[in-house]
């Protein structure tokens, strides 16, 4: 059993981890900008040194799961402040602790990073290519990698950087600035219009499917390793697709089906390689995005008593 520190951890990815880890016997606490009724749950800002501080050295994590984060693209046009002061400012603070406490981390990137790219998104085309990143978010999330990177020669530090895929599932609460499923299903099922981006390929990757994955890096932890984490290379589907799907499962009307052309400022098509998190992590997919959004739904309905 390990000592673990979920940051982020009463958000989306970040409850569902917490969830997996507990399960597996592991001594888990979260933190987190709101406060929570568990009571191994600190409300403490990753922005703030001194709160993180006082939390690190109250306990002794051998693994630091760092999710916190403002997170996606409009949201950091909106809030910029806060996307860089907690992606950037927040992710040093986590470093130099990590220089004192010296726990291992994962490190929480995104696949946003690839940018522009149109080819097989493999986790070496970073270290061979010039991207351009194609947002704040984006941006934000590579300069934490390559934090992450200087202090481990520097210092010393031991980090593992992940780059999730179009994570989807329950605890996802709907918001403008989520992705685009929890976005479709709230909308259908409040009988609310939405824009569907026509010319868009994705790969969608069930939260317990990508939280198993998470949790196996504590038992094969390679320093310095990045990993793609998302489904089945062979699971993506267009935007539309994964409309009518939605559609299908919410019994919602076709008529609130915005359908506009490509959306700007975002890749068109993400071809994304995981086999090295097959290779390291075990990493496998079972819930394809048929099940997936079915369940999401229904957890759904019970979120906001539809």
């Known amino acids: 059993m390990s000592m673990v520190l979920v940051t982020g951890g009463r958000g989306?990815?970040?409850?569902?981890?917490?969830?997996?880890?507990?399960?597996?016997?592991?001594?888990v606490w979260t933190c987190d900008i709101v406060q929570g009724e568990d009571p191994q749950h600190v409300k403490a800002d990753c922005g703030s040194y001194q709160q993180m501080?006082?939390?690190?050295?109250?306990?002794?994590?051998?693994?630091?799961?760092?999710?916190?984060?403002e997170y996606g693209r409009?949201?950091?046009?909106?809030?910029?402040?806060?996307?860089?002061?907690?992606?950037?400012?927040?992710?040093?603070?986590?470093?130099?602790?990590?220089?004192?406490?010296?726990?291992?981390?994962?490190f929480f990137s995104s696949?946003?990073?690839?940018?522009?790219?149109?080819?097989?998104?493999?986790?070496?085309?970073?270290?061979?290519?010039?991207?351009?990143?194609m947002n704040d978010y984006a941006i934000s999330k590579w300069a934490g990698e390559l934090q992450c990177l200087n202090h481990a020669e520097m210092f010393g530090t031991e980090t593992v950087r992940v780059r999730p895929v179009g994570c989807y599932g329950p605890h996802e609460y709907y918001s403008?600035?989520?992705?685009?499923?929890?976005?479709?299903?709230?909308?259908?099922?409040?009988?609310?219009?939405?824009?569907?981006?026509?010319?868009?390929?994705?790969?969608?990757?069930?939260?317990?499917?990508t939280c198993r994955t998470f949790a196996n890096i504590m038992d094969n932890f390679l320093a310095g390793e990045?990993?793609?984490?998302?489904?089945?290379?062979?699971?993506?589907?267009?935007?539309?697709e994964l409309a009518e799907i939605v559609l299908e499962e919410t019994g919602a009307s076709r008529d609130?089906?915005?359908?506009?052309?490509?959306e700007g400022f975002t890749t068109r098509v993400k071809i994304v390689d995981f086999s090295k998190a097959r290779r390291d992590l075990s990493h496998?997919?079972?819930?394809?995005?048929?099940?997936?959004?079915?369940t999401y739904v229904e957890w759904v309905r019970r979120a906001y008593d539809l």
């Open 53 to 69: 501080d006082a939390l690190l050295r109250k306990h002794t994590f051998d693994f630091v799961y760092h999710l916190a984060a």
């Open 111 to 133: 696949a946003e990073v690839y940018g522009d790219y149109d080819g097989l998104m493999s986790e070496d085309v970073m270290d061979r290519l010039p991207i351009k990143q």
């Open 176 to 209: 403008t600035y989520r992705g685009v499923i929890p976005i479709f299903v709230y909308r259908s099922l409040t009988g609310q219009p939405f824009t569907v981006h026509a010319g868009h390929r994705r790969i969608f990757d069930y939260v317990e499917d």
């Open 74 to 106: 409009w949201n950091g046009e909106d809030h910029y402040e806060n996307l860089w002061h907690t992606n950037v400012i927040g992710t040093k603070h986590m470093l130099r602790l990590q220089q004192q406490h010296r726990f291992k981390m994962v």
């Open 12 to 27: 989306f990815i970040g409850t569902n981890l917490t969830n997996e880890l507990r399960s597996r016997g592991h001594d």
């Open 284 to 294: 496998k997919a079972k819930i394809d995005i048929h099940e997936g959004v079915r």
């Open 226 to 240: 990045v990993y793609n984490v998302g489904s089945q290379e062979d699971w993506d589907i267009t935007i539309e």
């Open 256 to 262: 609130l089906v915005d359908l506009k052309g490509e």
